[in-house]
Structure formats: C-alpha cells, structure tokens
C-alpha cells in the first residue's frame, strides 16, 4: 500500500544522482574522455536501491517484492523488448551499408551553398532513422569535418549543426531510446507522439533553417561517398510504417528483415553475419536495458513509501502558483521536471525514465493527454541534452573537432529554437489540445 507523501523517499533518488553527476564531475576535471559515462549508470543505481530498501517499513520480503514487481512491470519489460529490437535494427542496417547510402543520399541533393542546412537535414534524417543521435554523430562527423574544413565552415558552428540535426532525429524517431521510454512511461501510441511532437518540431526546424541560409558556405562542391543507395530504402519504410501506426514490435521486426534481404541481394550480407549482428544489437542496448529494469524497481519502491506523490505535489504547487490554465500547468511542470533532471544526470533517457512517472501523474491532474506529456517529456529531455557542454554529444563533437565542448553547446541553434517553440507553443494553449478538445479548466 502507498504510503502518504514522504520527501524522504527521494532519497534514494538524490544519491543515485549525486554518484552520477559526482563521478562525471570528477572525472571531467581530471581531463577524462566522456567524463560523465565513465561511471555506468546501472552501477551507480545499486546503492540507491540498497538504500531504498533499507529506508521501507515494509517487511523485508515485501520490499524485495516490491523492487522485483517494479522490475517486472509490464511497460518496463516492454519497454526493454523494444531496446533490444532497435539495437538490432540499427546494427544490421549500419553493417549493411545503410548509413552510408542515407549519408550518400543526402549528399547527393545538397547544393554546396545550401551546406548548413543540408547538414542540419541530412542529420535530423539519418537521426531519425538509426533512433540514435550518438550513432548519427559518429557516422556523420568525419564526412561532414572534411566539408567544413574545405568550404572554410566555422568548425564550432558546423559541430552544432549537426548536433542539431541529431537531436532532432533523437526526439521523433521511433526507434529512438527516448521515445521508446516516453511513450511507454506515458501510455500513448508512438504514431500519436510522433504527431504531436511535429507539431512543434517543424516550426523549429524551419526557423533553424531559415537560420543556417544566412551564412555564405561559398561554393565547394562536396565529395560524396560512394554506396548503393537502395540500401536506405529500410530506414523511410519503418518511418513510413510507423507513422501508420503499426504495432512497433510489428516495425522493428519487418526493418531488421528488410534490412538484411537488401544487404544479402546487394552487397552479399551473410546469414552468419546477420546473426551475430543481431546479437551485437541487442549488446549495445545491454546500458540502457538493465537501467530500465532497475529504474523500474526503484520507482517502485520509492512510489511505495510516498517519494513520487511528494515530488508531484511539489511540482504541482509551484505551477498553481504561476499558472491558471490546468494544461498550462501541467505543460510547464513536465518540462520543468523534465529539464532540471537533465542537469542534473545530463542523459535524456535516463531523465525520462526517472520523471516518466510524475509526469504522467501531472498530466493526468492537467487533462494533459498522453501524447501531449509524452511530447514534452522527449522534447524538453532533448533540449536540455543538446545545449549540456557535459553531455555525451557535445564530448563526442568536441572530440573529433578538436574544440571545446562548450563551444559545440553555443552553436545547437536548434536546441534553442525547440525550447522556444515549446514555451510559445504552451503560452498559446491550443495546440495543447490536440485532434480532440479536452475539458476546459475548472479554476
């Protein structure tokens, strides 16, 4: 039985993130690489379960069974299901040869004029369809330093274009951890997500590039790699497929098929090797698969003794305090949650599968439907990811750009933009209602 609001219940909460942001701390004034992923996040969760056990009045096997029914909650288990299908979508379609035909695509309609932009699109495309911002920068940032550095591109704008880019593939795709973890975290349909985050995705996007026209890239024509184009065929058919509103088990599995039929006809992919990229599939997602499980009994068990009904009261107060309007308050308190989290832990993901449950219980309180929090819950995580000079994209551009990574978090336009949309688009209210006309406020 749920205990009354307790403050005390986040406790466990507060030194899960205190080892975290602790460790990247000290690992960045040390001068580490990737500082704040050298603490993996499913150990430094351990203690914090430790101590959420110990702080439970309930009898020792009850605590142990509620962490374990919290593991095995259905949308946590589903949620892990999807990881580990998007991980093997998204190697096989790399070994493949399809990230080089959507890099070779993209290129091979780009004006050297239009350079920015069609960086900044080649990225949010690729993003969008590999599900994973950190992939896309790894496959786009050699080619793309190459073009900077020939057309004379300010290298520190160039990496936040594409750190832009990324980010927004990372916020809309399907197969992305963060939608994955938001739409389940929330009860919402992906395709309704997907539609409701477009609604504020693209008047950023335009902005953005209306942005990046206005510097002179001159007039370099760009070396594009060679690779068969038809191997990028995959990616638009799960974007298709899902915007459909297919069931994403049904997406995923149809992609990874798909994928590896176009490598075995075109460029010889063997059935061995498609096996064993599965697998490799499934190991890369192993993070963020076992955090879930645990994120998922730690909830539980501070749910149980009042930390989530505290933490939602908190945040419910302080937006009644500024705000009239129930959506708006609701809209406002997931972001706010979602953004202050994010400084805090500085991984999307994990922000969303920790504010995923307060959200979805401010939403409820604001008439704000499913799609709409799961929509600002993935949005806000993103904003705040993308502009975090400790997060793992402006490392891995700073990295291969040789720059500071806080001279790549000043250039993310688009992180900036979004943000500002977002707010925009809450103050305005309307667009908060969706297809369907939800209840008026009652205050």
């Given at each position: 039985m749920t205990e009354s609001a307790s403050a005390r219940a986040l406790l466990p909460l507060a030194l899960f993130l205190a080892l975290f942001l602790g460790?990247?701390?000290?690992?960045?004034?040390?001068?580490?690489?990737?500082?704040?992923?050298?603490?993996?996040s499913p150990v430094a969760i351990?203690?914090?379960?430790?101590?959420?056990?110990l702080l439970s009045k309930q009898k020792f096997e009850e605590r142990i069974n509620t962490f374990v029914a919290g593991v095995g909650e259905r949308n946590i288990v589903t949620m892990c299901m999807i990881y580990l299908l998007a991980g093997a979508f998204s190697t096989v379609a790399a070994a493949t040869g399809g990230v080089d035909a959507m890099v070779a695509l993209g290129l091979n309609v780009i004006p050297a004029s239009f350079l920015l932009p069609g960086l900044f699109i080649i990225a949010a495309?690729?993003?969008?369809?590999?599900?994973?911002?950190?992939?896309?920068?790894?496959?786009?940032?050699?080619?793309?330093?190459?073009?900077?550095?020939?057309?004379?591109?300010?290298?520190?704008?160039?990496?936040?274009?594409?750190?832009?880019?990324?980010?927004?593939?990372?916020?809309?795709?399907?197969?992305?951890?963060?939608?994955?973890?938001?739409?389940?975290?929330?009860?919402?349909?992906?395709s309704d997500k997907f539609k409701a985050n477009l609604k504020i995705s693209i008047p950023a996007a335009i902005i953005t590039l209306i942005w990046l026209v206005t510097y002179d890239t001159g007039a370099v024509p760009p070396k594009i790699p060679?690779?068969?184009?038809?191997?990028?065929?995959?990616?638009?058919?799960?974007?298709?497929?899902a915007v459909m509103g297919l069931n994403?088990?049904?997406?995923l599995t149809l992609g990874i098929i798909l994928a590896a039929a176009f490598g075995m006809v075109t460029v010889g992919y063997e059935w061995v090797a498609f096996s064993k990229d599965i697998y490799a599939g499934f190991v890369s997602m192993q993070e963020i698969f076992?955090?879930?499980?645990?994120i998922g009994g730690l909830s539980a068990l501070i749910r149980q003794q009042g930390g989530l009904k505290f933490l939602s009261n908190t945040v419910s107060n302080a937006t009644k305090k500024l705000f009239k309007h129930q959506q708006q308050r609701a809209a406002f308190g997931v972001a706010g949650l979602t953004g202050l989290?994010?400084?805090?832990?500085?991984?999307?993901?994990v922000?969303?599968?920790?504010?995923?449950?307060?959200?979805?219980?401010?939403?409820?309180?604001?008439?704000?439907?499913?799609?709409?929090?799961?929509?600002?819950?993935?949005?806000?995580?993103?904003?705040?990811?993308?502009?975090?000079?400790?997060?793992?994209?402006?490392?891995?551009?700073?990295?291969?750009?040789?720059?500071?990574?806080?001279?790549?978090?000043?250039?993310?336009?688009?992180?900036?933009?979004?943000?500002?949309?977002?707010?925009?688009?809450?103050?305005?209210?309307?667009?908060?209602?969706?297809?369907?006309?939800?209840?008026?406020?009652?205050?």
């Open positions: 460790a990247g701390i000290y690992f960045q004034q040390t001068g580490v690489d990737m500082a704040f992923y050298q603490l993996a351990l203690p914090a379960i430790i101590l959420g056990v495309v690729v993003s969008t369809a590999m599900g994973t911002s950190m992939g896309t920068l790894a496959a786009l940032a050699p080619v793309a330093l190459g073009l900077g550095q020939a057309a004379e591109i300010d290298l520190a704008l160039l990496a936040g274009v594409l750190v832009s880019g990324a980010m927004f593939g990372d916020n809309l795709s399907i197969i992305s951890d963060t939608t994955i973890a938001a739409t389940r975290t929330q009860g919402c349909n992906m060679e690779a068969n184009l038809w191997l990028s065929l995959p990616y638009f058919f799960i974007i298709v497929l994403v088990f049904a997406v076992f955090l879930s499980l645990l989290t994010n400084l805090a832990v500085a991984n999307n993901t922000t969303i599968l920790l504010s995923g449950e307060v959200s979805k219980r401010l939403a409820e309180e604001g008439n704000l439907a499913p799609r709409q929090s799961a929509s600002l819950l993935d949005i806000f995580a993103c904003v705040v990811q993308g502009v975090l000079p400790y997060g793992a994209q402006a490392l891995l551009m700073g990295a291969s750009f040789g720059l500071a990574p806080i001279e790549v978090s000043v250039h993310t336009g688009y992180c900036f933009i979004l943000a500002a949309v977002a707010i925009a688009m809450i103050i305005w209210r309307k667009p908060l209602e969706g297809r369907e006309k939800l209840e008026p406020s009652t205050t």
